[in-house]
């Protein structure tokens, strides 16, 4: 008689294979009553779970946007003690060479490259080489140089520290000469020495004529030639690489940390008085700096809707980019950039796809609202709504998320692209939406309209209060300033500027994507938008420059 498993008769061997085989089975079972196109869809879906579940998490993935590395420039290498020593020349001259500069670190914005994660965390320079006898110099470090993609954002944060190798002392003695020359005066006399001549830009007329406070001059001087700068000092690293991709010249690299200094050999250190001197100097430390690096991906346009909108088949329709469609919630998980030739392929611009968005992104909600960095320096947003759903609350909830992001960025120039023509009732939702987006653009034309005028404090003009141009830019000071003056109620404060402008009527262009009915219109609207809004930027920063040129001409002749 067949007896059915229970715990008395079965050894937890056998329980464990039942359970795996009975599951196994039961699974099966189930996928098999599923038909083949379900089935597909199933396991597609089972697969998107798991790599949103995996972007979610953070766990793993090799697109980056944002990473905290550490940069060490080298430390120069030290100098040389060294004599000559040749036959029937026993007593040879001084002869040590000096040290090689510590390596520097550039960073260089290259074309190609996309991501973030092919850049170290930890990034050292090489030291300089010591000097050696016979006058060879040590050999500088070799410079590291740091690949970011254009449109990368590198920001310091936190405090300078020397890179400390070898204590702080600065000398190097010839062996067992240590505490000789430490008692001499000879040593402290080279120390002046190095003061006054190893950065070889001060002379001693220059010095001398500081009269007393000749010895901060001389300090000051010194701090600088020997890279010891007092490091609070030191502007930070801010470098914004958003020009990089636009045109095609290559941008240049820019140094962002400078090496040690190598250090000096004795025969630096040789006068007529002196004529045997056994020391030499260690080359400075380097830098030890933390930089932040964003990347915000360049593109003309950013496509934005909520997960399952059509965004991304949308920019399959118009480009050739071939992003991945699929009908559930956050298939896009990271950006992806298209181009899209226009009037009649002479020109190119760019579209980003991002994840979609939804209500309480600002708050992490979804894949959260960080992405929304790889659309902000668009200079034209596409918002793109489904028709089948609610497309008027999706464009609220869009707006909101947007400025919550950044302030004024739900105002910036948009086309509307109101997808998912094919479904029923699209029709009387269109016209609907396309009514309601006539109407708040109105109130929000009407509210920059409404706004004091801005006065334009004019530090160049006299009568004015003198302070600089860039002080006087930021509103804070200037309005702090003017209390402390007592002239805040004489003045007429300068009125804070909505952080946004003027923007034409956004145009709603109905849409069947997965048709690609309608497209060839949405990158009409596109391409014109995009040709207006640079337009408007070139005219902006022409106005600048020449506004610049007749408040400083000195400046721009120089
Ligand atoms: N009926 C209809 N369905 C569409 C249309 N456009 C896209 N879809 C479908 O909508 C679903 C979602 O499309 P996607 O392009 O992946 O949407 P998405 O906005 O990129 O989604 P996420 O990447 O998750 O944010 C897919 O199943 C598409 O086939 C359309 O014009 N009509
Ligand atoms: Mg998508």
Redo the contacts with the bound molecule.
């Keep these: 008689m067949l007896r059915s498993p229970t715990s008395a008769t079965v050894t937890p061997a056998a329980r464990r294979f039942f359970t795996v085989f009975y599951r196994h089975f039961a699974s099966t079972s189930i996928l098999c009553n599923e038909s083949k196109p379900e089935l597909d869809s199933l396991l597609r879906k089972s697969k998107a779970t798991r790599s949103a579940d995996y972007k979610l998490n953070q766990r793993g993935t090799n697109f980056v946007d944002t990473r905290v590395i550490i940069v060490e420039s080298g430390t120069g290498g030290a100098g040389c003690v060294s004599f000559a020593r040749e036959k029937y020349r026993p007593k040879g001259p001084p002869s040590g060479g000096n040290g090689g500069a510590g390596g520097n670190v550039w960073v260089i914005p290259t074309k190609g490259e996309t991501s973030l994660h092919k850049v170290p965390p930890h990034i050292i320079a090489d030291d300089g080489q010591t000097g050696q006898g016979d006058v060879m110099h040590g050999r500088a470090g070799q410079d590291i140089v740091i690949k970011v993609p254009p449109g990368t954002v590198v920001t310091e944060i936190g405090t300078r520290e020397k890179v400390i190798k070898r204590g702080q002392d600065m000398w190097v003695h010839y062996p067992n000469f240590e505490d000789e020359n430490e008692a001499s005066d000879l040593l402290r006399a080279a120390a002046h020495r190095v003061l006054l001549e190893a950065p070889s830009i001060v002379r001693e007329e220059e010095v001398l004529s500081h009269g007393n406070s000749r010895e901060r001059f001389l300090a000051k001087k010194i701090m600088e030639a020997e890279n010891l700068k007092p490091l609070g000092e030191t502007p930070k690293v801010n470098l914004d690489f958003s020009d990089a991709g636009e045109n095609d010249d290559p941008f240049p690299p820019q140094l962002i940390l400078k090496g040690g200094r190598g250090g000096l050999g004795n025969p630096f250190f040789q006068t007529p008085d002196i004529r045997v001197p056994r020391y030499a100097t260690r080359g400075a430390p380097g830098t030890r700096i933390r930089l932040h690096l964003e990347l915000k991906t360049l593109a003309d346009i950013g496509l934005v ?10 920019l399959r329709a118009i480009s050739n980019a071939k ?10 998980l990271n950006p992806y950039v298209g181009t899209i030739p226009y009037q009649n392929a002479q020109k190119v611009m760019t579209v980003a ?1 991002i ?2 968005l939804i209500a309480g992104a600002s708050d992490n909600r979804g894949l959260g609202h960080s992405f929304l960095r790889h659309i902000e320096r668009a200079k034209v947003l596409c918002m ?1 709504l489904d028709l ?1 759903g609610d497309p008027w609350s999706a464009y609220l909830t869009l707006k909101k998320e947007l400025g919550a992001y950044k302030e004024g960025l739900d105002k910036r120039r948009q086309v509307i692209v109101a ?5 029923e009732g699209s029709q009387a939702a269109y016209a609907e939406l396309s009514k309601k987006i006539r109407e708040l653009w109105e109130e929000e034309m009407a509210m920059l309209d409404a706004q004091p005028p801005v006065v334009e404090f004019n530090a160049a003009k006299p009568g004015t209060i003198a302070f600089d141009r860039k002080e006087a830019e930021e509103m804070d000071k200037f309005e702090k300033a003017l209390t402390k003056l007592g002239l805040d109620e004489e003045v007429k404060k300068p009125a804070k500027k909505l952080p946004w402008k003027k923007v034409p009527c956004p145009i709603v262009i109905p ?5 690609g009915q309608g497209v060839s219109r949405v990158i009409e609207a596109m391409g014109r938008a995009v040709d207006e809004e640079k337009e408007a930027e070139e005219v902006e920063k022409r106005k600048l420059k020449e506004k610049e040129e007749k408040e400083f001409p000195m400046i721009i002749q120089g």
């Design positions: 809707g909520l997960p399952n909108a059509g965004k991304s088949t949308l992003p991945e469609v699929a009908a559930y919630a956050f298939t896009t796809d994840p979609g793109v089948g997808n998912k023509a094919d479904t849409v069947c994507a997965m048709k």
